[in-house]
């Protein structure tokens, strides 16, 4: 077995704003594993609020070379690296090594049913409410949309109410990233309602999930930043409605579709959402995604310049094809 690695630049369209950070590119790290007959490619773009940049990836990936080019596999990988970028890439690889190994589909290999266009969110950056309505009204209109807020009351509202004057019928959801605290919770979730929109995502910062206990949820929560693992799963019932699967985050497919099936256990809805990487990162949370109640995978649509092939976009969905990945 032979592991190469690479790193790759996509710059964005344009900046884009959460809650804390601008981002104006994503760096991602590709992984190819080959047997030297056939060759499985993965894509990690890592977890920036976890410092899992792009050298904490290569510098992971790289130190369990000797173990898996000496016949370490998919399974041993849980165990030599943690979550994060670099177990993303290799998980990829491996699973899409085994595909052309065995010559049937990464979904057929998962029990995944047969891969069907899924809506998808188009995502809208923080930006001035006028500006964000302006986006909102050039997106495709059979599209969902997700607003970024950035954890000020007075222009976080603004910002909602513009982008549903722009789009009155769309399913609105917002992702906070962190940018509440408890006491400011209230006047958001009463403005979120009166807007009509379908879900909240990630209003506390990680580390603070136990203050939810008690609180009423009119419109579902969904843990992003505070469900990396699938050993955090558990403690998001009764805090949490939805959990927010990134392979980013919980190091790869494998992994993945074990928080899918613990979650469920839990009686939890699921999602699927990316780190703003290219069609090579979207490919595997795809087939992820067809387990999935809402699916946001939009990385793509921010990039100056994507993958050929890459994930296509239209009537509200994403579709991506087996040439692109698995």
């Not at 710059?11 to 959460?18: H, V």
């Not at 050298?55 to 041993?76: N, T």
């Not at 029990?111 to 809208?124: D, K, Q």
Request: charged share 20%; hydrophobic share 45%; proline share 5%.
């Amino acid at each position: 077995m032979k592991l190469t690695l690479r790193v790759e630049n996509f710059a964005y369209r344009q900046p884009f704003r959460i809650s804390g950070h601008v981002f104006n590119d994503t760096a991602v790290l590709v992984a190819e594993l080959s047997d030297g007959v056939h060759v499985g490619r993965g894509e990690g773009a890592g977890v920036y609020y976890l410092g899992d940049d792009i050298a904490h990836m290569r510098a992971e990936a790289e130190r369990v070379r000797a173990a898996i080019e000496a016949g370490a596999d998919r399974a041993a990988l849980q165990q030599l690296l943690p979550a994060g970028g670099a177990r993303n890439a290799i998980d990829c690889a491996f699973w899409e090594l085994e595909a052309r190994q065995r010559q049937l589909p990464v979904w057929q290999l998962a029990g995944v049913p047969a891969p069907r266009p899924l809506r998808s969110t188009l995502t809208l950056g923080a930006d001035a409410p006028a500006v964000m309505a302006a986006a909102a009204a050039q997106l495709d209109p059979a599209a969902p949309v997700k607003i970024k807020l950035t954890g000020e009351i007075a222009i976080d509202t603004a910002r909602v109410d513009a982008i549903r004057a722009a789009r009155p019928g769309a399913w609105i959801g917002v992702d906070a990233n962190q940018g509440y605290d408890l006491a400011g919770l209230p006047a958001l979730v009463d403005m979120l309602m009166a807007n009509g929109v379908a879900l909240l995502e990630q209003p506390l910062a990680r580390g603070r999930e136990a203050d939810l206990d008690g609180v009423a949820r009119p419109l579902p929560f969904a843990a992003d930043e505070s469900a990396v693992t699938l050993a955090e799963t558990d403690a998001l019932v009764g805090r949490f409605d939805v959990v927010n699967i990134k392979l980013d985050k919980c190091g790869g497919l494998t992994e993945g579709l074990a928080i899918v099936r613990r979650a469920r256990d839990l009686g939890l809805d699921v999602m699927v959402g990316n780190m703003m990487g290219s069609s090579l990162s979207m490919a595997p949370s795809f087939v992820l995604g067809q387990l999935c109640d809402v699916v946001d995978l939009d990385g793509p649509t921010f990039l100056a310049s994507d993958r050929v092939p890459g994930v296509v976009y239209r009537n509200g969905c994403i579709e991506c094809s087996s040439e692109i990945w698995g």
